[in-house]
Structures are given as structure tokens and as C-alpha cells.
T-cell receptor, first 112, second 114 residues
Framework: GENVEQHPSTLSVQEGDSAVIKCTYS??????FPWYKQELGKRPQLIID?????GEKKDQRIAVTLNKTAKHFSLHITETQPEDSAVYFC???????????FGQGTTLQVKP | DAMVIQNPRYQVTQFGKPVTLSCSQT?????MYWYQQKSSQAPKLLFH???????NEADTPDNFQSRRPNTSFCFLDIRSPGLGDAAMYLC?????????????FGQGTRLTVV
């Protein structure tokens, strides 16, 4: 069945450093890839997304890249700040079925 | 402005007593989802509606049912809640059309089973 693998499960960086989280998906028909940030007790919040017709997208300190051939996409956070500390989830959606599957999550800790 | 609204935010139910969680949306999205999320885990897809078509995940227990009476509303029914069903239940919606897709979550309902 459809699957999304996310790595690493935990990531600790120093404030100001970059953080990279990687995901791979199994369904070649997936065409929408959102990233969510979830703080304790709150809903997943969409922070950036990328569609299958685009290879890269950037929004201030956050960027996402997509390699459709390898079925691989990544989240890049530059100049990390302590408030970036949270759990991050990648996901993959297939438009013709509507199915939205999540990766296992990455707990990011940014040390001051 | 809330776009995906879940009620209630917190629900306490007795072991074995049926409970219904509700979700509404103002986005006119064609797909609605129910996820179960337990502590320190990823959201687990229970089922989703693509328009009126119901899609159940193979490992979703029979104890969980869903209804979508119209585009805006979707319900999660837990027929006989067990202690293991205590979790955060997240509703999400998406506009699953190629090149125009987005997906958002409601605030969630935290279910406690006593």
C-alpha cells in the first residue's frame, strides 16, 4: 500500500544552524506534498507545500525540494531559532484518490 | 477565521458508550479525512471521503464509522469506545484537484475514555 518514510526521527541543532528532514513516498501518483509543524497539544499546521509540477519552493527560511524520479522530498530550515522546535510531519496526497498519508514525524530541537 | 471546525475540543466518554465527534468546513473542499493521533505518533488515517465516496483503511477497526451527510459536515462515530481509543482525533479537508491542492486540519478533539 501507500507509504511515506521520514528521517530522521529526532534532530537536534544549534540555533542558527540549518536543519534538513527527508521523506520518500511509494505511490508514484502522489502529486501534492505538504509539510506540517505540530506543537504539543495543537493541530498540525501547514508550513509549506509543493506540487508535483515544481521542483523547489521557498518561503523565507523554509524551503522544500522535490525529486519525482526518486520519489523523494525534503524540508530545509535555515537560520534555525528556538521557536522552530516542534514535531514536523511530511505527507503525500494523491489527487485521484484523495488519500493523504503522513510520515512518521521528526522531533526538531533547536538549542539556544 | 476557522476553516475546519471540530466539536467538541474535549470529549470524555464512558467505556463502551457510543460517542460522535463532528467536523465542519467552510472551504468547500471535496475530500474530508479522519485521523487518530496518539502521543508522540504520526496521525493515522482512519478513513476519508472523496466527494461522497467512502474510503476505509484496511486496518481501521469496525468500531469506527463515519458519515458525511453533505459537503460541509463529517462525523466520526465510535460505537463502543475502549481505553485504547483514547487519542486526539483530527479532521482534515483537502481540495484534491491536480495543481490546485491544499489540505488543512481542524483543532482536533481529544477523547478520554473512562
Amino acid at each position: 500500500g501507500e507509504n511515506v518514510e521520514q528521517h530522521p526521527s529526532t534532530l537536534s541543532v544549534q540555533e542558527g544552524d540549518s536543519a534538513v528532514i527527508k521523506c520518500t513516498y511509494s505511490d508514484s501518483a502522489s502529486n501534492y506534498f505538504p509539510w506540517y509543524k505540530q506543537e504539543l497539544g495543537k493541530r498540525p499546521q501547514l508550513i509549506i507545500d509543493i506540487r508535483s509540477n515544481v521542483g523547489e519552493k521557498k518561503d523565507q527560511r523554509i524551503a522544500v525540494t522535490l525529486n519525482k524520479t526518486a520519489k523523494h522530498f525534503s524540508l530545509h530550515i535555515t537560520e534555525t531559532q528556538p521557536e522552530d522546535s516542534a514535531v514536523y510531519f511530511c505527507a503525500a496526497l494523491t489527487s485521484n484518490t484523495g488519500k493523504l498519508i503522513f510520515g512518521q514525524g521528526t522531533t526538531l530541537q533547536v538549542k539556544p | 477565521d476557522a476553516m475546519v471546525i471540530q466539536n467538541p475540543r474535549y470529549q470524555v466518554t464512558q467505556f463502551g458508550k457510543p460517542v460522535t465527534l463532528s467536523c465542519s468546513q467552510t472551504l468547500n473542499h471535496n475530500v474530508m479525512y479522519w485521523y487518530q493521533q496518539k502521543s508522540s505518533q504520526a496521525p493515522k488515517l482512519l478513513f476519508h471521503y472523496y466527494d461522497k465516496d467512502f474510503n476505509n483503511e484496511a486496518d481501521t477497526p469496525d468500531n469506527f464509522q463515519s458519515r458525511r451527510p453533505n459537503t460541509s459536515f463529517c462525523f466520526l462515530d465510535i460505537r463502543s469506545p475502549g481505553l485504547g481509543d483514547a487519542a486526539m482525533y483530527l479532521c482534515a479537508t483537502s481540495r484534491a484537484y491536480s495543481l490546485n491542492t491544499e489540505a488543512f486540519f481542524g483543532q482536533g478533539t481529544r477523547l478520554t475514555v473512562v
